[in-house]
């Protein structure tokens, strides 16, 4: 009898004994947290949401796997190279060995116009195009600036090979005929906003839409389509002077600044400012132009926006850096083309 | 480790010999290299005139701030003894990277260290010395031109005669520098479109600092409107004189093969 007892009461503390050594082991790996409420309304959104966070971004040009062991050594920086070499001395001097040789815009115009002279190349039509070297540091350490396009009216205008379609709003049959002379596609007024809205009418087929300050009130209703395409003083298509907006968009030129993927404070424009048949004169005016409004587009005063400036003439592969420091007017940017230049290193390193 | 060992047993052999005093090997050498270490937690300053803080296993974790060994080296300032080509004249003080220095310009004894003994004992034996050429680029540039066949692309259809500044901008395609004064044409015109004289030679003398002369091989192409691409290869082909009468002077002008050879320089 009283080894029944006496037998529980050992097997009871050989349990006891167990399941605390058992709860020992278990209880670091296994942890049961035991509620007796249910959990605040929204609490495992938010931990999603606070995963999903954590993703990390993608660059868009990364390499594919099938690629990665062909390229050897560190990734090719897209700058056109500049070394420390040193500057020429004599009177000639092969080029590969020296600094880079720094053009004025003339020179480089008139080196242009030579290869493509009749008893060369024969081909004066050609257009001739500006390369721009960006830095794209904004005003805070670590912050870049986005990509951005920009329209400019030149000075001196020149035939382009694309077609460039304008959709002018305005209201007033005088307002109407100007938008029409200075050569909208298609004008009209808030008959064409409710075709729009119908889907009648494709914002797509248009290139650009420019608008009158008398049918804001109106337009308000494709704020949500056109978003960033809405038209703003700013940019040049809310204008009272509608002629001068449509001619803006269909003679200037577009330039967009491209950024690279992999080197984030460094971005380029090509864009074309005339063709060599144009006098020498005006090209440079249309060169100044461009210039002088990309570099509005400078958020950091410490650092001009261009770094260097090339001048091609494509499909032909020569190209001359020209110094663009004298065209810029704003006076807090004293940088000449040295200056940059060294900058320019300076931030390769720092990539480095 | 095998090694470790294989050096520990020797130089303990050293030191049970009796010539010890003899030997200088056993750990005579310190390492020079420096590693500059930060503590992960610092333990804090102790109080003023108080006992030092106790430090903690946390204390003795380090994070490594910089390798000495690793440091970029800085560029040899170095006295050149004689004249090298692409660098400078005897006596010229030049900054080189090290390698550079020690393999190209120290060992073969074209310099020296720039120590202010050096520099008297060189620039006063430097200027008795007249030097060979205007500038120490002079030769090299002459190196190059004088073995690029140069092609000069002139329009098919349109008339034209061969003038300075057409030379002036295929120079300056092929990668030299010049201005108008600088070029001597053949003292014969050439003028075109011409197909006899396609794909023919001929030369023309580029003068340096006024002084230097070389003369540059040249080869006509005459190419349609807007394509300016030139034969593959066409430097590695022998061609036709132009003027029958320069055919002893372009056989000595040392062609592309010439320079292959002589690849090796500084």
Not at chain 1, 154 to 183: H, N, S, W
């Given at each position: 009898m009283a080894a029944a007892p006496g037998g529980r009461l050992f097997t009871s503390i050989c349990t006891a004994?167990?399941?605390?050594?058992t709860g020992c082991l278990t209880t670091p790996s296994i942890s049961f947290q035991m509620r007796g409420y249910a959990a605040r309304p929204g609490t495992r959104e938010k931990a999603r949401k606070a995963k999903a966070k954590l993703e990390v971004k993608k660059a868009s040009n990364a390499i594919p796997p099938h690629m990665r062991k062909s390229i050897k050594g560190p990734l090719r920086s897209r700058r056109i190279p500049d070394m420390n070499k040193m500057p020429a001395a004599d009177d000639v001097w092969v080029a590969k060995y020296h600094l880079m040789r720094l053009y004025s815009f003339n020179e480089a115009v008139q080196c242009h116009k030579e290869t493509h002279h009749p008893t060369v190349l024969d081909s004066l039509d050609s257009t001739l195009m500006a390369h721009l070297e960006l830095n794209m540091k904004a005003?805070?350490?670590?912050?870049?600036?986005?990509?951005?396009?920009?329209?400019?009216?030149?000075?001196?205008?020149?035939?382009?090979?694309?077609?460039?379609?304008?959709?002018?709003?305005?209201?007033?049959?005088?307002?109407?005929?100007?938008?029409?002379?200075?050569?909208?596609?298609l004008v009209g007024g808030s008959e064409i906003i409710k075709q729009i809205l119908a889907g009648t009418i494709s914002l797509k087929d248009y290139t650009m839409l420019v608008a009158h300050p008398n049918i804001l009130p109106e337009l308000t209703a494709l704020r949500g389509l056109l978003k960033k395409r809405f038209p703003n003083v700013r940019d040049g298509n809310l204008n009272p002077d509608i002629a001068v907006a449509v001619h803006k968009f269909k003679q200037g030129i577009m330039y967009s600044a491209v950024k690279d993927d992999l080197e984030l404070d460094f971005g380029t424009i090509d864009t074309p400012i005339g063709t060599l048949e144009m006098d020498t004169k005006h090209l440079e005016e249309n060169f100044s132009a461009l210039v002088n409004d990309i570099e509005t587009r400078n958020p950091a005063?410490?650092?001009?926006?261009?770094?260097k400036a090339f001048l091609i003439c494509p499909p032909y592969p020569e190209r001359f850096k020209v110094d663009f420091g004298q065209y810029i007017i704003k006076s807090t940017v004293d940088n000449t083309a040295e200056e940059s230049d060294d900058e320019e290193s300076n931030t390769a390193t720092a990539s480095n | 480790m095998w090694n470790n060992s294989v050096n520990l047993s020797k130089n303990l052999q050293y030191l049970s010999s009796?010539?010890?005093?003899?030997?200088?090997?056993?750990?005579?050498?310190?390492?020079r290299n420096t590693f500059i270490l930060k503590r992960r937690t610092p333990p804090g300053l102790a109080k003023k005139n108080g006992p030092s803080k106790v430090l903690r296993g946390r204390h003795f974790v380090y994070e490594l701030v910089e390798d000495t060994n690793v440091r970029k080296k800085p560029d040899l300032q170095l006295i050149l003894t004689s004249y090298v080509e692409g660098l400078g004249n005897k006596g010229d003080l030049v900054t080189v990277p090290r390698n550079k220095g020690y393999t190209k310009l120290l060992l073969p004894r074209l310099a020296t260290y720039a120590t202010p003994e050096n520099i008297d004992k060189t620039k006063a034996a430097a200027d008795d010395q007249v030097s060979r050429y205007s500038s120490p680029y002079v030769e090299r540039t002459i190196n190059v031109l004088s073995t690029r066949t140069l092609p000069v692309l002139m329009s098919n259809t349109n008339p034209w005669v061969l003038e300075k500044w057409h030379i002036r901008t295929w120079l300056r395609r092929s990668g030299f520098h010049l201005q108008d004064e600088s070029i001597t044409l053949p003292d014969k015109p050439i003028s075109g479109p011409n197909p006899a004289m396609e794909g023919k030679d001929f030369y023309i003398t580029v003068t340096i600092n006024k002084k230097e002369q070389v003369k540059v091989r040249c080869r006509l192409?005459?190419?349609?409107?807007k394509n300016f691409t030139v034969p593959e290869e066409y430097y590695k082909n022998t061609a036709e004189p132009i003027f029958p009468e320069d055919k002893s002077i372009l056989d000595t002008m040392p062609g592309f093969y010439l320079r292959e050879s002589k690849s090796s320089r500084i």
């Open positions: 004994y167990v399941r605390g050594v005003t805070k350490k670590n912050k870049f600036i986005e990509k951005f396009n920009g329209t400019i009216g030149m000075p001196y205008p020149f035939q382009q090979e694309e077609d460039r379609t304008v959709l002018a709003l305005c209201k007033g049959d005088a307002i109407q005929q100007e938008a029409t002379k200075a050569g909208a596609t005063t410490a650092h001009s926006l261009i770094t | 009796p010539f010890l005093a003899a030997y200088n090997g056993f750990l005579s050498q310190q390492t192409f005459q190419i349609d409107k």
